[in-house]
């Protein structure tokens, strides 16, 4: 299985700044995911990041509020900006999928935004 | 537009007692994951079902795919309190190469 980590874990931000969240895979994945999930809620995909071009969002997102990186095949980084209480959410990324090294998904231990 | 629900969405169970959760998706797919979510933790992976007519178990739980009806359930045997968590079911979907997860089922077995 892969080993996924995520910085922060969690954070408390004020309305109108930015957070950049990190997600460091233990192993070379084509495609990760990013996605919410709201307090009680459940997963929302937010974006996928192919390493070597540019995110693809879903529908309600976009990259101005939402940037990806995606440097190498191990790393990537989601930001948040512009924040305000709507985006307290978790945030998590995964890797894995049919034609990946993994045919199942893992995640990372998530990171607990909160906006104030 | 994809939708995968899932049915219950709180169950709330004695222990020893059986149950199951059922998850419908509304297009072709013939991978379906089942994840458990304890509060405040990320997902964990419980089954991935591959085929028409997967079954898998693990412990108490066990999970079967019909991708005819569009059909996955988990099915809850003896229920004790340690598997009371959110479980989600997840759908992928290949042309588009993503997951769509359903709405989740908040369990809690009561002692």
């Known amino acids: 299985s892969a080993v996924i980590s995520q910085k922060p874990s969690r954070d408390i931000c004020q309305r109108g700044t930015s957070l950049t969240i990190q997600c460091q895979v233990d192993?070379?994945?084509?495609?990760m995911f990013w996605y919410r999930q709201q307090p009680g809620q459940s997963l929302t995909l937010i974006a996928t990041a192919n390493q070597g071009s540019e995110a693809t969002y879903e529908s309600g997102f976009v990259i101005d509020k939402f940037p990806i990186s995606r440097p190498n095949l191990t790393f990537s980084t989601l930001t948040v900006s512009n924040m305000s209480p709507e985006d307290s959410s978790i945030y998590l990324c995964?890797?894995?999928?049919?034609?990946?090294?993994?045919?199942?998904?893992?995640f990372g231990p998530g990171t607990r935004l909160t906006v104030l | 537009e994809l939708k995968v629900e899932q049915n219950p969405l709180f169950l709330s169970m004695q222990e020893g007692k059986n149950y199951t959760i059922y998850c419908n998706y509304s297009?072709?797919?013939?991978?379906l994951y089942w994840y458990r979510q304890d509060p405040g933790k990320s997902l964990e992976s419980l089954f991935v079902l591959l085929s028409n007519g997967a079954v898998k178990q693990e412990g108490r739980l066990m999970a079967s795919l019909d991708t005819k009806a569009r059909l996955s359930t988990l099915h809850i045997t003896a229920a004790v309190h340690d598997l009371s968590a959110t479980y989600f079911c997840a759908v992928f979907t290949s042309g588009t190469y993503k997951y769509i997860f359903g709405t989740g089922t908040r369990l809690k077995v009561l002692a």
């Open positions: 192993s070379q994945v084509t495609m």
């Open positions: 297009t072709t797919s013939d991978r």
């Open positions: 995964s890797v894995g999928g049919p034609g990946s090294s993994y045919n199942e998904q893992f």
